[in-house]
T-cell receptor, first 117, second 114 residues
Framework: GAVVSQHPSWVICKSGTSVKIECRSL??????MFWYRQFPKQSLMLMAT?????????EQGVEKDKFLINHASLTLSTLTVTSAHPEDSSFYIC?????????????FGPGTRLTVL | KQEVTQIPAALSVPEGENLVLNCSFT??????LQWFRQDPGKGLTSLLL?????REQTSGRLNASLDKSSGRSTLYIAASQPGDSATYLC?????????????FGAGTQVVVTP
């Protein structure tokens, strides 16, 4: 089946630093990738939608200057948390929609645990 | 605004019992509804997808029903096993949302005891 990877799987950083998280579709090309954030015991909240070669569309309340998304190719999207603070600590999950006849299908990555000290 | 609610938030059953997980949504104008499984600290695994025109979907011991008019979906897991212990999430996709944007419920945490 289709596989989506995320790197790193976990990261600890100091407050004020920037952290980049990669999301890759390993065996398919993704028309669209989504970035979600999940706090403990809470639901996944969609942060932004990105299409290859175009600017990401951010959900209401998500700071686009703080959460930079780059979708440079059909298999890679990156999320950069700039000037991270402890309140940015969360579990970040990406998903990818493949080309093809199943428009409803999307595959999720394993997530990245970010802890900001 | 669409709101997705899952009740109960947590559930513990002995092995062999059937599981019934509920999902409700406030706006019945959905494109489809999906059920996912999430293991602790992991990503999501898709279990079942029900299109808005369908009433149910089945896969092995799993059966999901959809009543769009009442804004409800139920996931049944027959003869539960310890390996079914996980958090189960439902998510809806609205026709007004492009590119498969999903709105998730908070999930039901399931523990199946041996």
């Amino acid at each position: 089946g289709a596989v989506v990877s995320q790197h790193p799987s976990w990261v600890i950083c100091k407050s004020g630093t920037s952290v980049k998280i990669e999301c890759r579709s390993l065996d398919f090309q993704a028309t669209t990738m989504f970035w979600y954030r999940q706090f403990p015991k809470q639901s996944l909240m969609l942060m932004a939608t990105s299409n290859e070669g175009s600017k990401a569309t951010y959900e209401q309340g998500v700071e686009k200057d703080k959460f930079l998304i780059n979708h440079a190719s059909l298999t890679l999207s990156t999320l950069t948390v700039t000037s991270a603070h402890p309140e940015d600590s969360s579990f970040y999950i990406c998903s990818a929609k493949p080309f093809g006849p199943s428009p409803d299908t999307q595959y999720f990555g394993p997530g990245t645990r970010l802890t900001v000290l | 605004k669409q709101e997705v609610t899952q009740i109960p938030a947590a559930l513990s059953v002995p092995e062999g019992e059937n599981l019934v997980l509920n999902c409700s949504f406030t706006d019945s104008a959905i494109y489809n509804l999906q059920w996912f499984r999430q293991d602790p600290g992991k990503g999501l695994t898709s279990l079942l997808l029900i299109q808005s025109s369908q009433r149910e979907q089945t896969s092995g011991r799993l059966n999901a029903s959809l009543d769009k008019s009442s804004g409800r979906s139920t996931l049944y897991i027959a003869a539960s096993q310890p390996g079914d212990s996980a958090t189960y999430l439902c998510a809806v996709n609205r026709p007004t949302d492009s590119w498969g944007k999903l709105q998730f419920g908070a999930g039901t945490q399931v523990v199946v005891t041996p």
